[in-house]
């Protein structure tokens, strides 16, 4: 079963599905363990829903679960569109590729996405500070090599977390324009100015964390989105989906539940003037126009796994960030 849902065309000439799984538990599988039975669980039922797509990472340690879940579903390949993301802490991109593709084990991955545009020293734990070596830039070169070196085993690549600013440095020595970029995305939170950018320089948004944070997200209580769930006899969280989809993002929410992973990938056909509403939902009062993500950064106040979010990562909004338990 697949579901109906539309897809948009990358630079690179891939299709990805407009609604995805994200495949963030909340905190990374134990190191060493089995394979994480709930991602697991997960994806098989997505994949019973009709989903196409899935988000997975280094970082979340959910790529075994991920691939062992589509394998044993039997659908084909072709089928299906797999992310995973470039490990922070690593010693050579190739190798971190290479690791990912073994543990997914699915043939090949077609969009591979460095995480963030920090590096933290494999050897130490330690972030390098911005703008010390390796820089993205010089990552993003050897992201681009994997094309080459990897042809056939990765289809396009692509970034996450990346500002105007730290994409109009990459673009300077790129060779390969990202195909993706993968940001926080939300009626909260629309970056309308990064949206216009990668729009001009033929770069597709993604948004991760796209209701928000959990199911006690305020988008799913606010009084424009609940009008418009009931006007279309929907729910909450396919509406804010469908806003997304509508102006040309794809999706990528995070659930566990069959009920509403089938909820989230039948969207309603917004119209308009609701959509212009959604759009202007972050401008009704100064406290919608917000990050919902709680980031696992050092937990100081202005900094992000040791960068500062304006000045070094280029976020013009203030985060929530915290050293979560795993990280301790």
């Excluded at 470039?86 to 991955?109: H, M, N, P, T, W």
Aim: net charge neutral; hydrophobic share 40%.
């Amino acid at each position: 079963m697949t579901a109906s849902v539309p897809s948009f065309v990358l630079n690179s000439g891939a299709r990805i599905p407009s609604v995805g799984l994200g495949c963030w538990m909340g905190a990374p599988v134990t190191a060493g363990s089995a394979v994480d039975e709930e991602t697991y669980t997960m994806v098989r039922n997505a994949l019973d829903a009709g989903y196409t797509h899935f988000d997975t990472a280094s970082g979340y340690r959910s790529e075994e679960a991920v691939g062992k879940a589509i394998r044993d579903s039997g659908i084909a390949r072709e089928k299906l569109f797999v992310t995973t993301k470039l490990a922070l802490a690593r010693k050579s991109v190739v190798d971190a590729f290479e690791q990912s593709l073994k543990k997914l084990d699915v043939g090949y991955i077609d969009l591979y996405l460095m995480h963030w545009p920090l590096t933290i020293d494999a050897s130490t734990g330690k972030t390098i500070p911005f703008p010390q070596s390796p820089t993205f830039s010089e990552v993003w070169i050897e992201m681009e090599k994997l094309l080459e070196t990897h042809k056939g085993k990765v289809r396009s690549i692509g970034v996450s977390n990346f500002s105007i600013k730290n994409l109009e440095i990459l673009l300077k020595t790129a060779k390969v324009v990202p195909a993706v970029n993968q940001v926080e995305g939300h009626p909260y939170l629309p970056s309308l100015e990064l949206d216009g950018y990668c729009k001009s320089k033929g770069i597709h948004m993604t948004a991760y964390s796209p209701l928000g944070a959990g199911a006690t997200s305020p988008l799913l209580t606010d009084d424009l989105v609940l009008s418009l769930a009931a006007k279309y006899d929907s729910t909450p969280a396919a509406v804010v989906l469908a806003w997304n989809v509508a102006r040309g993002w794809s999706v990528v929410p995070k659930s566990s539940n069959p009920t509403r992973l089938k909820q989230n990938i039948t969207l309603p056909p917004l119209s308009t003037s609701d959509l212009s509403l959604l759009s202007s939902l972050h401008k009704s009062s100064p406290s919608k126009h917000r990050s919902l993500f709680v980031y696992p950064g050092s937990g100081e106040k202005g900094d992000l796994f040791g960068w500062r979010v304006k000045e070094d990562l280029g976020w013009e909004y203030e985060v929530r960030s915290e050293v979560p338990e795993w990280m301790k």
